[in-house]
């Protein structure tokens, strides 16, 4: 019978051992905890943390590494923690898989299913040590992974990581959100402004037009009329196309690439620009493979012409404008490997200050009136049709813009 009392003690005998064995364990471990955040600089982080668990000695342990640098709030079951979740103001939830009533994994659903918390970024924890549970979590929707009994400075190294990546996406995410509506204004902008230049200039359009139809101009007056007409046109056109200037800054322009003769672009460029020229004594002569065009034949390249025009009148005015008097322009033409190289050569020096940000948005130098947005727009120009444009100042007292361009040999 004492036999029987001694058998029926010792299971019993042996379980209190092993409670107090792991309290014992907890107890240093918590000890552990306080000197660890005793040792570490309180970095306060404002962020508040739901830790959701049943069992009060992992509670604590985990509240005590994260009470110095968190606001922590504490859920015993499920409930309680969709509860709270719902309730607001919680930017990371520790949540453990294997409690009564709701698991964590039903928890898990709960909060991704409902629009005001399936935002909260999730780390399970379990002490488990299948990965199955893990990737069940994570496909979930949480965002990691922590096995119990953890080191706690891990605990709290994970809970910052992931609130500081969390504030970062939301943050680039707020800012994009900034950025779209600012570009929709942005459109908006550029089309009250289109609407509101197309008036005035169709009203312009009309004068020459006009005029023309007069018997009394001589031819000098007709071709002036006729060149104002012409740009006006073109700028009309321009206008319309304004909106698509910014499309080519950000790499979504849509480009409607043609077969053209560039030396026909060049010819009206330089006419168009005569006037400019004259009044300086400068010459400008169009050169193809050492020979003047006018010994025929075309130059062709795969672009679009409303760009290839604006690219050349633009790099060709800006030649004008920083030559001296009664000198000479050289545009040279010359082919390799199937593309068309168009070298654009001055007397004058680029200023060596601004020559490796020459095509740079709104870099000029000595010009009162100048913008710095020719040589940007033609870069860009020479960009979207699949060109490239360079500076080359390795010839004291020249400057030559190089502009290559996609011949029909290179597309096809």
């Given at each position: 019978?004492?036999?029987?009392?001694?058998?029926?003690?010792?299971?019993?005998?042996?379980?209190?051992?092993?409670?107090?064995?792991?309290?014992?364990?907890?107890?240093?471990?918590?000890?552990?905890?306080?000197?660890?955040?005793?040792?570490?600089?309180?970095?306060?982080?404002?962020?508040?943390?739901?830790?959701?668990?049943?069992?009060?000695?992992?509670?604590?342990?985990?509240?005590?590494?994260?009470?110095?640098?968190?606001?922590?709030?504490?859920?015993?079951?499920?409930?309680?923690?969709?509860?709270?979740?719902?309730?607001?103001?919680?930017?990371?939830?520790?949540?453990?898989?294997?409690?009564?009533?709701?698991?964590?994994?039903?928890?898990?659903?709960?909060?991704?299913?409902?629009?005001?918390?399936?935002?909260?970024?999730?780390?399970?924890?379990?002490?488990?040590?299948?990965?199955?549970?893990?990737?069940?979590?994570?496909?979930?929707?949480?965002?990691?992974?922590?096995?119990?009994?953890?080191?706690?400075?891990?605990?709290?190294?994970?809970?910052?990581?992931?609130?500081?990546?969390?504030?970062?996406?939301?943050?680039?995410?707020?800012?994009?959100?900034?950025?779209?509506?600012?570009?929709?204004?942005?459109?908006?902008?550029?089309?009250?402004?289109?609407?509101?230049?197309?008036?005035?200039?169709?009203?312009?359009?009309?004068?020459?037009?006009?005029?023309?139809?007069?018997?009394?101009?001589?031819?000098?007056?007709?071709?002036?009329?006729?060149?104002?007409?012409?740009?006006?046109?073109?700028?009309?056109?321009?206008?319309?196309?304004?909106?698509?200037?910014?499309?080519?800054?950000?790499?979504?322009?849509?480009?409607?690439?043609?077969?053209?003769?560039?030396?026909?672009?060049?010819?009206?460029?330089?006419?168009?620009?005569?006037?400019?020229?004259?009044?300086?004594?400068?010459?400008?002569?169009?050169?193809?493979?050492?020979?003047?065009?006018?010994?025929?034949?075309?130059?062709?390249?795969?672009?679009?012409?409303?760009?290839?025009?604006?690219?050349?009148?633009?790099?060709?005015?800006n030649a004008i404008e920083a030559s001296c008097d009664n000198s000479e322009i050289r545009i040279?033409?010359?082919?390799?490997?199937?593309?068309?190289?168009?070298?654009?050569?001055?007397?004058?020096?680029?200023?060596?200050?601004?020559?490796?940000?020459?095509?740079?948005?709104?870099?000029?130098?000595?010009?009162?009136?100048?913008?710095?947005?020719?040589?940007?727009?033609?870069?860009?120009?020479?960009?979207?049709?699949?060109?490239?444009?360079?500076?080359?100042?390795?010839?004291?007292?020249?400057?030559?813009?190089?502009?290559?361009?996609?011949?029909?040999?290179?597309?096809?």
């Open positions: 019978m004492e036999r029987r009392r001694v058998l029926r003690q010792a299971p019993c005998s042996s379980v209190f051992v092993r409670i107090r064995s792991i309290r014992s364990v907890n107890i240093d471990l918590q000890q552990k905890v306080v000197t660890m955040i005793e040792s570490e600089p309180n970095t306060q982080t404002y962020a508040t943390v739901l830790l959701v668990d049943d069992q009060p000695e992992q509670i604590d342990v985990i509240r005590a590494a994260l009470d110095r640098h968190f606001s922590v709030k504490v859920a015993s079951g499920g409930k309680d923690a969709l509860r709270i979740a719902a309730a607001g103001e919680v930017d990371l939830i520790l949540l453990d898989i294997a409690m009564p009533g709701m698991s964590g994994y039903e928890v898990c659903c709960e909060l991704k299913n409902n629009q005001a918390t399936s935002h909260i970024p999730i780390i399970f924890l379990s002490t488990n040590d299948s990965y199955d549970d893990e990737d069940i979590g994570l496909q979930l929707g949480a965002v990691d992974f922590i096995r119990k009994p953890s080191n706690p400075s891990i605990i709290l190294t994970r809970s910052r990581n992931t609130i500081l990546s969390h504030r970062d996406h939301k943050d680039l995410v707020k800012r994009n959100s900034e950025l779209e509506r600012f570009i929709k204004i942005r459109e908006d902008m550029e089309r009250m402004s289109r609407h509101d230049l197309k008036g005035p200039l169709s009203v312009m359009l009309g004068v020459p037009q006009a005029l023309m139809d007069e018997d009394n101009l001589t031819r000098e007056q007709l071709s002036l009329l006729k060149m104002a007409e012409r740009n006006g046109y073109c700028m009309l056109e321009m206008v319309n196309k304004s909106l698509d200037l910014y499309k080519m800054e950000v790499g979504t322009y849509e480009l409607k690439a043609e077969k053209l003769d560039l030396i026909e672009i060049l010819t009206r460029v330089v006419n168009d620009l005569g006037r400019k020229s004259s009044y300086k004594g400068i010459t400008i002569e169009i050169i193809r493979d050492g020979d003047h065009h006018e010994n025929g034949g075309q130059f062709c390249v795969v672009g679009e012409k409303l760009l290839c025009y604006p690219l050349f009148s633009n790099l060709v005015l040279q033409l010359s082919t390799s490997n199937g593309w068309r190289i168009i070298r654009i050569t001055n007397p004058g020096e680029v200023p060596p200050a601004i020559r490796g940000r020459f095509f740079d948005k709104y870099v000029t130098s000595g010009k009162e009136s100048g913008t710095g947005l020719g040589t940007y727009s033609a870069w860009l120009s020479a960009r979207t049709q699949g060109g490239t444009v360079l500076l080359d100042t390795s010839i004291d007292g020249l400057t030559s813009v190089v502009v290559t361009l996609p011949g029909p040999e290179a597309v096809s």
